[in-house]
């Protein structure tokens, strides 16, 4: 029985036992007086049993027919044993003009023990708490969308977002890189401080993809360092890598609202250039944040401000290693550049800063140079110029005729072969021999 048929069996009880009235019980049950005298007189006559629906264990009236489900068993078998049960109901409908319900499908598959398949299971994840403070773990990722909705570039927004206090820093870009990384890490620490740790995915911007160097594995580092990575070492930030979208969800969803909300405030503001949107967002993110930012649960800023000794430019910019050459000179991204100090050493570092200044420094000391201006280009060589235009022989060369016509006779070597014997004079056209110069 159910619960609810085991309250009426209960109040029919009491009131064949003269307890309550037949009254009582219908209004306690919910039911009319009508159907009570019904359910009374079957539980006298059946007993417990007669509480019971009559056409419970039987089939329903409206099922399909047993030949309608063995076809349709047979077509899934035959033409989509492959299909999910969804696809298969519509390819069914399409095809046949059989008109079954996904689920029904689903049930008399799982009865019949077909295989069908199926979603992959989705791995378990375990929900993780925010962290305890501002400051201690912040979230950053590029969303790529339409944020203009076609009045202008395309554009990336690089996000972050405090994962205790749901803090949010933005600022758009035209793509995703290692400049924008940096310059908008820049934009956090300036006005934040520097975080303990990020979070991030394993986009070659912050992961390096490549093998690590002799000189890195001779420093005990089992993995190349992007110019990201390497920024975040000298700043003494550790770098989490997510190992997918769900685990870095706070910031996924980040995305998700700025692509409703933000995107109808640039709307408004009819922005149609990166400048535009910028200054549209760097209006909107003070009101966003008063909105959504949350309390953490300790009140303890872990940001660390920069040193004053250090100079963020030289750290959040590319670093690239370049040989000196014999006459004091480097070459770097196809320019030249004269280094004008005596340098003790044969490495210079080439500081490119997120303004697009060009440093040299060697052993953290800054280099006077000079920009050289271009070498001259090596002339083509003649051979690549006629490899370009091939040559064609005439129509009486060798190549175009028979190469049976052309080629040479073979020679008998019998005649040789008498001279060495003797048997053939030397001379045939005298009959002897001419007589030398010297004289005895």
């Known amino acids: 029985m159910k619960p609810r048929e085991i309250k009426r069996l209960h109040l029919i009880r009491q009131a064949l036992d003269k307890k309550i009235s037949q009254k009582q019980a219908a209004e306690v049950a919910g039911l009319s007086p009508r159907q009570m005298r019904r359910l ?23 099922r399909i027919a047993d030949k309608t489900k063995q076809k349709v068993l047979a077509l899934f078998e035959k033409h989509y044993s492959d299909y999910g049960p969804t696809l298969a109901s519509e390819k069914l409908h399409e095809r046949h003009r059989m008109e079954i319900h996904p689920e029904t499908l689903r049930l008399w598959l799982r009865q019949a023990r077909l295989p069908y398949k199926q979603r992959k299971a989705r791995p378990h994840r375990q929900w993780r708490p ?10 950053l990722d590029g969303s ?19 994962d205790a206090t749901s803090t949010v820093e933005a600022r758009f870009y035209d793509h995703e890189g290692t400049v924008p990384a940096l310059d908008s890490f820049r934009s956090w620490v300036q006005r934040y401080g520097i975080p303990c740790s990020v979070y991030l995915d394993k986009h070659t911007t912050y992961r390096s993809p490549q093998r690590p ?30 190992h997918s979208p769900a685990a870095k969800g706070r910031i996924e969803r980040l995305f998700q609202t700025l692509q409703d909300r933000l995107v109808k405030e640039l709307r408004l503001a009819g922005a149609s250039t990166l400048a535009e949107a910028n200054q549209v967002l760097q209006r909107y993110l003070p009101f966003y944040n008063q909105r959504f930012r949350v309390l953490a649960v300790e009140p303890t800023d872990l940001h660390r401000r920069v040193p004053a000794e250090l100079d963020l430019d030289t750290v ?9 050459n014999a006459d004091s000179t480097i070459q ?12 003790k050493g044969q490495t210079v570092t080439v500081h490119q800063r997120l303004d697009g200044s060009i440093q040299l420094r060697c052993h953290n000391r800054p280099l006077s140079y000079r920009l050289l201006p271009q070498r001259p280009r090596q002339a083509e060589p003649m051979k690549s110029v006629l490899a370009k235009t091939p040559h064609r022989p005439a129509t009486e060369h060798p190549w175009r005729g028979s190469f049976k016509r052309l080629r040479p006779k073979r020679h008998s070597r019998a005649p040789i072969r008498a001279l060495a014997r003797g048997a053939l004079s030397p001379f045939p056209n005298s009959v002897e021999p001419p007589e030398s110069s010297c004289k005895p």
């Open 130 to 139: 925010r962290r305890s403070c501002f400051g201690e773990m912040v979230q």
């Open 316 to 324: 959040l910019c590319l670093k690239t290693q370049r040989r000196l």
């Open 144 to 162: 790529h969308h339409d944020w203009l909705e076609g009045r202008g570039p395309k554009l990336v927004l690089m996000g972050y977002i405090d």
């Open 332 to 343: 770097h991204e196809s320019q030249v550049y004269l280094v004008q100090d005596r340098v």
């Open 40 to 62: 009374r007189k079957r539980v006298e006559t059946e007993g417990d049993r007669g509480i019971v629906h009559r056409r419970r264990g039987q089939p329903s009236n409206r």
């Open 213 to 242: 160097t002799v000189e890195e594995q001779l420093q005990g580092q089992e993995q190349s360092q992007s110019q990201f990575q390497r920024a975040m070492t000298e700043l003494g930030v550790e770098v989490i890598h997510a």
